[in-house]
């Protein structure tokens, strides 16, 4: 399926589904997490009538003055590709497990950059630490997804060291062995966010067969909700309809 869409085609496809949607299919392909970005709380809304925001991930790297690697002089925010989810994110060494999800105070993005990169056409953001201007955000319509948000500006703790890199970002480990996984945000992913979150779905050869399971999933799950509306038991449904997939 997705050999035949454009890129503009997919987003306008994902859009009419939920991220809870997209990893319902990302769980029947094997990818435990579903492709789940965790602790990201929306700050603000689109006012499209889509049911979900997705773009392709254009990534930003921030990393503390003292990091050996050379500051990126140029704007980030102007070269933001139509279409696009801005994801803002910061070297593992300042992360964290819980919240606040890491060490750095400094908002990493304002109401400004939303201004532009909505002028550019870009169809969200994610910041995988603070923001602040709410309002402004809000006053846009343009949806923005955070850690939490802040006062001050990033200029004075941390540097752009990197746009359209992969981000790592450490997310909690259920094996006791392990501290922490780490999950990778690629340039290119596909972003898909609402009020549920956010979730990455690569663009490899595993996307067509995604594609193609997500409304067979919508539907017979509609079908669910009904059989249990009128009395049968969620599992005899459930059980009943999935298998038709």
Not at 81 to 100: D, H, K, M, R, T
Not at 120 to 144: F, T
Not at 158 to 169: Q, R, T
Not at 189 to 198: E, L, P, Q, S, T
């Given at each position: 399926m997705s050999n035949?869409?454009?890129?503009?085609?997919?987003?306008?496809?994902?859009?009419?589904?939920t991220?809870?949607d997209v990893?319902?299919a990302?769980?029947?392909?094997?990818?435990?997490?579903?492709?789940?970005?965790?602790?990201?709380?929306?700050?603000?809304?689109?006012?499209?009538?889509?049911?979900?925001?997705?773009?392709?991930?254009y990534?930003?790297?921030?990393?503390?003055k003292?990091?050996?690697?050379?500051e990126?002089?140029?704007s980030y925010?102007?070269?933001?590709?139509e279409?696009s989810?801005?994801?803002?994110?910061?070297?593992l060494?300042?992360q964290?497990?819980?919240?606040?999800?890491?060490?750095?105070n400094n908002?990493?993005?304002?109401?400004?950059?939303?201004?532009?990169?909505?002028?550019?056409?870009?169809?969200?953001?994610v910041?995988?630490?603070?923001?602040r201007?709410?309002d402004?955000h809000?006053?846009?319509s343009?949806?923005v997804w955070?850690?939490?948000v802040?006062?001050?500006?990033?200029?004075?703790?941390?540097?752009?060291?990197?746009?359209n890199?992969?981000?790592?970002?450490?997310?909690?480990?259920?094996?006791?062995s392990?501290?922490?996984?780490?999950?990778?945000?690629?340039?290119?992913?596909?972003?898909?966010?609402?009020k549920?979150?956010?979730?990455?779905?690569?663009?490899?050869?595993?996307?067509?067969?995604?594609?193609e399971?997500?409304p067979?999933r919508v539907?017979?799950?509609?079908?669910?909700?009904?059989?249990?509306?009128?009395?049968?038991?969620?599992?005899e449904?459930?059980?009943y309809?999935?298998?038709?997939?």
């Amino acid at each position: 399926m997705s050999n035949k869409l454009t890129s503009k085609e997919i987003y306008t496809f994902l859009s009419k589904f939920t991220p809870c949607d997209v990893s319902d299919a990302l769980n029947k392909i094997g990818i435990k997490n579903g492709g789940f970005i965790p602790n990201l709380v929306q700050r603000s809304h689109s006012s499209s009538s889509a049911t979900s925001s997705v773009g392709k991930a254009y990534t930003v790297l921030y990393a503390p003055k003292s990091d050996p690697r050379p500051e990126i002089k140029v704007s980030y925010i102007d070269q933001v590709p139509e279409g696009s989810f801005v994801v803002i994110g910061l070297p593992l060494s300042v992360q964290l497990i819980s919240a606040p999800y890491t060490k750095v105070n400094n908002a990493m993005y304002g109401g400004l950059m939303s201004t532009r990169a909505q002028y550019l056409k870009a169809n969200g953001s994610v910041v995988l630490g603070r923001i602040r201007d709410l309002d402004e955000h809000q006053e846009l319509s343009y949806p923005v997804w955070s850690y939490g948000v802040g006062t001050s500006a990033p200029g004075p703790l941390l540097k752009l060291v990197g746009i359209n890199v992969p981000l790592e970002v450490k997310v909690s480990s259920i094996e006791d062995s392990k501290e922490y996984d780490i999950l990778t945000i690629n340039p290119g992913d596909y972003i898909i966010g609402d009020k549920n979150g956010i979730v990455k779905l690569e663009d490899n050869e595993k996307l067509s067969e995604v594609l193609e399971y997500i409304p067979k999933r919508v539907e017979a799950d509609t079908n669910v909700s009904k059989d249990i509306k009128l009395g049968k038991p969620a599992k005899e449904a459930q059980t009943y309809w999935r298998s038709k997939i």
